[in-house]
């Protein structure tokens, strides 16, 4: 006898674990999908506040150079989740510089 | 006569409105008609299932179709992991929204017909919004609402010039069909 | 008037404007919103003149209907499942006003666990305070059996709130073909809402009085005496609206094919077309079987169905609800207007369709299947309940 969850039966009650979202990947709904430039960036993370479903990221190993203010920044790559991305396109519509191109997802 | 269509598409491409505009179509042609949408939580780009029964008798059960006769596929990325030839009725004819149907695996028994749905729309209504075209590509295909009863529904539904755009476009995909025959 | 293609819900919200309430207020709750909302727009175009009176719950909607009933005037409102649950308290207070209310139920299913899908529990689960129910097969019936709640519940040897059920999503979401009833024709069966008491600050008095316990009973009883003369009145005005429409959509019961049936089926609401063509299938082998389709559920038409069913050699009975920890609903009283009469039919119980769970030809076939073979099933059985989805039980 056991009140562990299970993911394929019902409990008692009908109550849920928090997470199950991350097991419903609906990437898979995707149209378009997002193509980080990296050549106007400004590391302003507008893309990653806008992004209605969280995955729009930082991705540190990977940077890029700009040119601000007479000086080089170097600036953190953007990247994106691929098993949850929409390709709802609010990134690209709100990025401040234009760094972001929404394009057909073709597999 | 009882035909049973089950029209695939993802939430926000209008797949209720097609069924919807089909049952209008069939009605004005003097047979019976139902449209409905596979009911739940609905969110754009979702996978949405809407279905549609056409008779020349009162139509009485109200369950989903689980046998159609055919599909309308409206949108070719819902191939990936959507099943649209489940339970498909030997011989039954799915007309798909596609450019590339080479590449579709189409299973013993079922008939594909491909329909270049997303240029059609963007070339006559300018936007790439294909559910008026796939009903007018469906009509040509199966002869089982006219041409004429279609425009109408379209035009009623819509109203002004998108209805009227909506209605050539519908009757662009029909010939189309009906000349690839 | 023409038919045409609409959605149930719309067609129910047109419908309720040519009975021209007075008075609508509403709150939207899925799958019942596109009847609220219609009925609003309705108003707001000038199309009907009534107050659309916005509310910020399903109790606020109620007590607002309460109110402008016992002020004089024809008052609606729509609901489904939780909405009906917040209304529970204003519905036994309409009753026991004796206030004359439509209202909608586009049948939903109880929380917890949470759907939005259709079944009968929440209609069923105030079966008991005096509204009268009667449940509608299609859009056309949802349509028409407005009109003749209205008049049912006007009329001075009744004057009880009425329910109208409709399938939730089955009906109200979907487009088939439906006859509005004729404007002229609708004013002239309804006439205008004349109330026998209303509040009127010329003629002052109370409504709905503490009753102590040497009246309370009679107080009671009259709303019961009031259900069980509406089973008269509610034929008298179903034989006038098909006379004037032309539409057998009231009565209490269709009899499918059950008058020479072995098996009979017992069935309301939507699953009944899935039925009919499940019996025209066995017919067309040559068994005998038939549906017995409820209309009025409350008050419970204990003469017409004793009559509809004594032939009857096995009763299966198709419910979309049920009393946890008894049983059915209509499986007991059925089995009682039967005891009563002394006839030991053998009727089974079977839930379906319990949170909108799919059924289609196939179920409803393997049921009809198992009550004809003669042997009395369980009392009543979810069917085809998933058990590789139940845990332990008792953890």
Same mark, same amino acid.
């Given at each position: 006898m056991s009140s562990k969850l299970s993911m394929d039966k019902l409990s008692i009650g009908c109550v849920a674990l928090p997470g199950g979202s991350l097991v419903y990947k609906t990437g898979a709904w995707r149209t378009m999908r997002p193509v980080f430039k990296h050549a106007t960036c400004n590391g302003c993370r507008a893309c990653e506040m806008v992004c209605p479903e969280g995955c729009v990221f930082e991705n540190p190993a990977e940077k890029h150079t700009i040119e601000q203010g007479g000086k080089k920044r170097e600036i953190a790559n953007r990247d994106y989740d691929p098993d949850f991305c929409k390709g709802c396109g609010m990134c690209a519509a709100e990025c401040p510089v234009d760094d972001i191109d929404m394009v057909p997802e073709v597999k | 006569m009882f035909k049973e269509i089950r029209i695939h598409g993802r939430g926000g491409q209008g797949s209720v409105t097609a069924a919807e505009v089909l049952a209008k179509a069939a009605f004005k042609d003097g047979l019976t008609s139902q449209a409905f949408p596979a009911f739940g939580s609905e969110r754009m780009g979702a996978p949405v299932r809407a279905f549609c029964r056409v008779s020349d008798k009162p139509i009485r059960t109200r369950s989903e179709i689980h046998a159609p006769d055919y599909c309308i596929v409206q949108d070719p990325t819902l191939l990936e992991t959507v099943n649209v030839f489940e339970g498909l009725k030997a011989g039954g004819v799915v007309i798909l929204n596609s450019e590339k149907p080479e590449e579709v695996k189409v299973p013993a028994g079922a008939v594909l017909k491909a329909v270049p749905g997303n240029r059609i729309a963007q070339e006559? @209504?300018?936007?790439? @919004?294909p559910n008026m075209v796939m009903v007018g590509a469906f009509a040509g295909t199966t002869g089982l609402v006219s041409l004429a009863s279609l425009k109408a529904a379209v035009k009623e539904r819509f109203g002004g010039k998108v209805g009227d755009l909506n209605a050539e476009a519908a009757e662009k995909a029909y010939n189309a069909m009906k000349e690839a025959k | 008037m023409a038919r045409e293609i609409l959605e149930g819900a719309m067609a129910v919200a047109h419908a309720v404007a040519r009975c021209r309430p007075e008075v609508v207020a509403a709150y939207p709750i899925t799958p019942q919103t596109h009847i609220s909302e219609e009925l609003s727009t309705i108003v707001a175009d000038g199309e009907l003149a009534a107050e659309f009176v916005k509310v910020e719950s399903e109790f606020g909607a109620a007590s607002v209907v309460l109110g402008a009933s016992a002020a004089g005037a024809r008052a609606y409102t729509a609901t489904s499942s939780q909405g009906l649950m917040l209304m529970a308290e204003v519905l036994w207070n309409l009753a026991g006003m004796r206030l004359p209310v439509v209202l909608a139920c586009a049948n939903r299913s109880v929380s917890a666990p949470l759907s939005i899908w259709c079944d009968h529990q929440d209609a069923e689960s105030i079966r008991d305070c005096g509204v009268i129910q009667i449940y509608a097969e299609d859009a056309q019936e949802a349509c028409d059996q407005h009109v003749i709640a209205f008049k049912v519940a006007e009329d001075r040897r009744v004057l009880l709130p009425v329910m109208v059920n409709l399938d939730g999503f089955l009906l109200t979401h979907v487009f088939e073909p439906v006859e509005l009833p004729d404007q002229a024709l609708t004013d002239k069966f309804l006439g205008k809402y004349e109330a026998l008491y209303k509040l009127d600050v010329d003629n002052p008095m109370s409504f709905g009085c503490f009753t102590e316990p040497d009246k309370c009973m009679e107080g009671r009883w009259m709303i019961h005496d009031a259900a069980l003369r509406s089973l008269g009145v509610i034929e008298e005005v179903s034989a006038a609206f098909a006379k004037t429409f032309g539409r057998a959509s009231g009565g209490h019961l269709e009899e499918y094919k059950s008058k020479d049936a072995e098996t009979i089926l017992i069935a309301k609401g939507s699953i009944s077309g899935t039925i009919k063509d499940v019996v025209d299938a066995w017919r067309e082998k040559g068994r005998k079987v038939g549906l017995v389709r409820l209309k009025t559920f409350r008050p419970f038409p204990r003469a017409a169905l004793l009559a509809a069913l004594k032939g009857a050699k096995q009763i299966g009975v198709i419910e979309k609800g049920g009393s946890f920890g008894a049983g059915g609903i209509m499986t007991p009283e059925i089995k009682e207007v039967l005891y009563d009469a002394g006839l030991r039919i053998p009727v089974s119980g079977f839930c379906v369709q319990l949170g909108g769970r799919e059924i289609a030809a196939d179920g409803i076939a393997e049921i009809v299947e198992r009550v004809s073979k003669g042997e009395r099933q369980k009392a009543y059985e979810y069917f085809r309940l998933k058990q590789s989805l139940l845990p332990d039980l008792v953890p």
């Open positions: - | 006559v @209504i300018g936007r790439p @919004i | -």
